[in-house]
């Protein structure tokens, strides 16, 4: 059964939450978009959907539930995706796991390690070999992997997730080389700073609350990156025209010290 009769087109956004992923799903969705949201739990996919056919209209969205650290579930759900949607035309590979308080080599699991790199990782590689043979059809299609400081530096306590996004990165430039002349735009968008979300944002605002910045809790915006003004990003990239496609973009927030982090 088709949900798409419209045969809008279709942006998958792996790694849906209440941020950069509900944000960048609500831009493409303002253009035109059906969006898919993909992530794990279901709880938060519903929310997710039902506030983006609030404001946009039925059947603008529709989720699926997905295990991206399992290649038969990330399998699965582009194989849904497709019957009820139809092609991918845009995918955004914005899944990432990382933890709030860092962890040395020594105090790191070999399972943390590895779901982590699963996620970060192995969930981009699965979700691209599912999009690609459409997109190549097609002769065209946009693919977005969102990296992080982390992608470029590895940091102490990052064990479990730069290597992840140390290996996006390859995965993006690779794609690039391999598929642009066949019309494939592959990004990696190195979100370089703090997200005012729930977890990181959310963290940082607390410690200010704590020491009473009063300076910073007074002007947010020039030190905590905004998922919609984010949202604005992912949609240039995809809307560059192929005299100009960038491959790789670093964005951060006003006052976060570029030059300590590259």
Not at 20 to 25: P, S, Y
Not at 235 to 259: A, C, G, I
Request: a neutral charge; proline letters at 4%.
């Amino acid at each position: 059964m088709s949900y798409n009769p419209q045969k809008k087109p279709i942006v998958a956004v792996a790694g849906v939450g209440p941020g950069i992923g509900e944000a960048v799903a609500r831009e493409f969705v303002s253009h035109g978009f059906v969006v898919a949201l993909i992530a794990r739990t279901e709880e938060k996919l519903q929310t997710i959907r039902t506030a983006i056919e609030e404001t946009y209209g039925k059947g603008t969205a529709r989720y699926y539930s997905t295990d991206l650290r399992v290649e038969e579930d990330v399998n699965s759900s582009f194989k849904k995706i497709r019957d009820e949607l139809g092609p991918v035309n845009v995918l955004v590979y914005n899944a990432g796991a990382r933890r709030v308080n860092g962890r040395s080599i020594l105090d790191t699991t070999t399972e943390e390690f590895e779901g982590f790199t699963k996620i970060n990782l192995f969930g981009a590689f699965w979700s691209t070999k599912c999009v690609l043979p459409d997109m190549l059809d097609a002769g065209h299609g946009t693919i977005i992997y969102t990296g992080a400081t982390g992608s470029l530096r590895g940091m102490p306590g990052l064990s479990s997730f730069s290597p992840g996004k140390f290996g996006l990165r390859s995965l993006s430039q690779i794609v690039t080389r391999e598929y642009q002349s066949r019309g494939i735009h592959a990004a990696h968008l190195i979100i370089d700073g703090p997200v005012d979300g729930v977890l990181i944002g959310g963290v940082v605002r607390r410690q200010w609350e704590r020491v009473g910045d009063r300076e910073k809790l007074g002007d947010v915006e020039a030190h905590l990156m905004q998922p919609a003004d984010l949202a604005g990003i992912y949609w240039y990239l995809h809307t560059q025209p192929r005299s100009t496609w960038t491959h790789e973009l670093d964005v951060r927030s006003q006052k976060e010290n570029m030059f300590s982090k590259m």
